[in-house]
């Protein structure tokens, strides 16, 4: 476990020492470790972590957005997150069993429930973050995340919203609240890493996640840092000396890392097995690069968790077999993002 997450799941881990989980959700937790070291693709157990979407709206229009089809397409009310389907959620049997719950749009601040649904969570037990691109929360908001003991809050940086991120960085610190901002680099401009880094220092971020560039959704292949690039591996051994000690940086996994017996890249990726992304329908989706679909499954309809989709993507993460769809080019296979 590196620096950044060892500061930011300690303090989760105090944050819920007056409250923990019950026993069933550590034995789960251990279940779905254990079912995954056999090699089970039909999962008895319940994942560990649910992604809920609160709504399919968000202020900002990236040009890079991964799930940029699904979203501002329909009218707020239409794909809200609601308190009842929060509460039907954590009555279902994989909701009783989660330990972590994070709270994601579109923007997850448009969403007008989202204090209640914070609420909720934490009277539940459950381990809950947000991910947020910063521009809506407004000062006076910052004591109320600090009482609602949320547990983390991620901070996406874009080109669009610096000064936001700058702001809340300086206010988190201030009230203590737990958090990280992540970014996204440009493997043809190495030269704006030093340019995001040099703007974290300024403004105190002491977690600081770099994630590589998906292709898969632009077909725009060399942004992604992979493996021989020489320049970026010069370029990190001399940001690392600069920066590393004043904050907890997490740098980009290189696509691909290291090749198995048959020559293909070793995947790592254990998200299908522990992970479960959810709409206000019920309708899911297996990881952060997938919007939840019908062919995906249906939590509340058979079992979506163990969908034919989700069995066949679980098969393929053992195998030697070509990554599925968009995994192919998903730093995420590569490594185990929260271990």
């Known amino acids: 476990m590196n620096k950044l997450k060892w500061n930011l799941y300690s303090k989760i881990v105090l944050n819920n020492l007056s409250t923990p989980p019950g026993p069933g959700v ?45 979203l501002n397409v329909e009218p707020l009310e239409e794909n809200l997150f609601t308190v009842t389907d929060l509460n039907e959620f954590l009555q279902s049997d994989h909701g009783k069993n989660v330990l972590r719950i994070a709270l994601m749009g579109g923007e997850p601040f448009i969403n007008k429930n989202i204090f209640d649904l914070i609420r909720i969570c934490k009277e539940n037990h459950k381990i809950v973050n947000i991910v947020s691109n910063g521009s809506l929360i407004k000062d006076d908001y910052i004591p109320k995340i600090k009482s609602s003991r949320l547990d983390a809050i991620g901070l996406s940086l874009y080109d669009n919203n610096p000064d936001h991120i700058e702001r809340l960085s300086r206010q988190f610190n201030h009230f203590n609240i737990n958090y990280w901002v992540q970014t996204v680099i440009d493997g043809t401009n190495l030269e704006s890493l030093e340019e995001k880094l040099d703007f974290a220092s300024k403004a105190s971020i002491k977690n600081f996640i770099i994630s590589n560039y998906n292709p898969y959704f632009d077909d725009m292949f060399s942004k992604s840092i992979r493996s021989g690039n020489n320049d970026y591996t010069l370029k990190i051994n001399e940001l690392s000396k600069k920066y590393s ?51 995906y499954g249906n939590l509340y309809k058979n079992d ?11 098969e393929n993460m053992y195998s030697d077999d070509e990554p599925i769809g968009e995994c192919k080019d998903c730093e995420n296979l590569y490594r185990n993002l929260y271990f």
């Open 26 to 70: 550590f034995f789960n937790l251990l279940s779905s470790w254990i079912e995954h070291k056999m090699g089970r693709s039909n999962l008895l157990s319940s994942p560990s972590s649910a992604v809920l979407y609160i709504n399919k709206t968000c202020n900002y229009t990236c040009g890079f957005c991964y799930n940029k089809d699904v």
């Open 304 to 314: 979506g968790w163990n969908s034919p989709f989700n069995k066949k993507l679980r």
């Open 245 to 295: 000690k004043e904050m907890n940086i997490t740098w980009p996994t290189i696509l691909p890392i290291s090749k198995n017996a048959s020559g293909r890249p070793t995947k790592k990726c254990t998200l299908p097995f522990s992970y479960i992304h959810l709409d206000s329908s019920g309708t899911i989706a297996p990881c952060c690069y997938r919007y939840p679909k019908i062919e």
